[in-house]
């Protein structure tokens, strides 16, 4: 069915509307992300990221664990005020008193790159929001969690080689401001071989219009595509192929998104954006060159969206060694 608006998303999602950077995208622009479960077989599961270059699995850490990260976290960030009075720090609920702005989202909202977000009225919150990536609760327990580490080393197949990346995001979208563009992840990963399997962990249940990532239907085969084409043209362009690998895409825009807007882009390429809501312990695990972006976040009840993104690589392999430190602003990456 190509087009027709999807029973099950709207289902989870009555009459509300899904916003991206650049404007609403209608039922019949979204389709449902399609589910695995930790209980099928490995094979059937590596056959399906294959294919569809993402696995979708459900409850793949306990609940509690990232129910425990999330309140972590927020009892990190409490003191900057952003969350509301009378609202428990695992809730994660966003101040509406509050001028979002003072409030803006780690990884998407620089002006540029991965700069830092926000002006001085904003310094309070973004340095407390860095500093959870070194909290040992974080960077020495949930970022390492054994069910995400050894899923993906069978996975892979890369058994005691599998290394999860150190530098990760801590990316917290608050209700409103700027979502991620549409990207994949290579660029980002490109002085490694394009073998990374990124893992996308909510840390919390996000609804379906509360700021979770999207995926474009087979955005994998796209993004191959694009990247492929890229080669060509540098190598046209008098580049060696290794000048070509490590050359930034010119294809792309500064920051190495290939769009801030999920909707155009979808339409430029007539696909559809695979979407869900999700619960505590839901991770998505994606191909280098699978196509995502994230909607804005409406959360009807203004809970903050925090996600992280934890990378795996194989270390008997060539991999970006730019993301072997705790992530900081303007790290080169
Ligand atoms: O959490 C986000 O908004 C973006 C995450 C992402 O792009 C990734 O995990 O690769
Ligand atoms: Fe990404």
Not at 9 to 28: H, I, M, Q, R
Not at 158 to 185: C, E, F, M, Q
Not at 251 to 280: C, I, K, Q, V
């Amino acid at each position: 069915m190509p087009h027709a608006a999807s029973p099950e998303v709207e289902s989870s999602w009555p009459g509300a509307k899904l916003f991206v950077n650049d404007g609403p995208l209608e039922a019949s622009e979204v389709a449902p992300l399609k589910k695995s479960y930790p209980s099928e077989p490995i094979e059937e599961l590596r056959k399906r990221y294959n294919e569809d270059g993402y696995i979708f699995m459900k409850g793949l850490i306990p609940r509690e664990d990232v129910l425990k990260a999330r309140e972590s976290y927020f009892k990190g960030l409490a003191p900057s005020g952003v969350l509301k009075p009378g609202t428990k720090p695992v809730e994660g609920i966003f101040d509406d008193a509050k001028d979002r702005l003072n409030y803006p989202g780690i990884g998407a909202g620089a002006a540029s790159g991965n700069g830092r977000p926000g002006g001085e009225s904003a310094e309070v919150f973004v340095d407390l929001a860095l500093k959870q990536h070194t909290e040992p609760w974080y960077c020495e327990e949930f970022s390492k969690h054994p069910a995400l580490y050894d899923f993906i080393s069978k996975l892979t197949g890369w058994g005691n080689d599998t290394l999860s990346l150190k530098r990760t995001l801590l990316r917290n979208n608050t209700p409103g401001n700027k979502a991620i563009g549409v990207h994949y992840d290579q660029i980002f990963l490109r002085y490694g071989e394009p073998t990374s399997v990124t893992a996308w962990v909510p840390m919390g249940d996000v609804s379906v219009q509360g700021g979770g990532l999207i995926y474009m239907e087979d955005g994998h085969n796209v993004g191959q595509r694009i990247e492929n084409e890229f080669t060509e043209k540098a190598k046209e362009n008098g580049l060696t192929e290794e000048e070509a690998k490590y050359a930034f895409n010119r294809n792309m825009m500064s920051t190495g998104f290939l769009a801030e807007g999920p909707a155009g882009f979808g339409r430029e390429h007539g696909a559809r954006w695979l979407l869900t809501d999700y619960e505590a312990g839901d991770a998505v695990l994606h191909q280098p060159h699978s196509i995502h972006a994230s909607t804005i976040n409406h959360d009807p009840q203004n809970k903050i969206r925090v996600g992280t993104d934890l990378r795996f690589v194989n270390s008997a392999r060539p991999y970006d060694k730019r993301w072997t430190n705790y992530f900081q602003f303007n790290d080169g990456v």
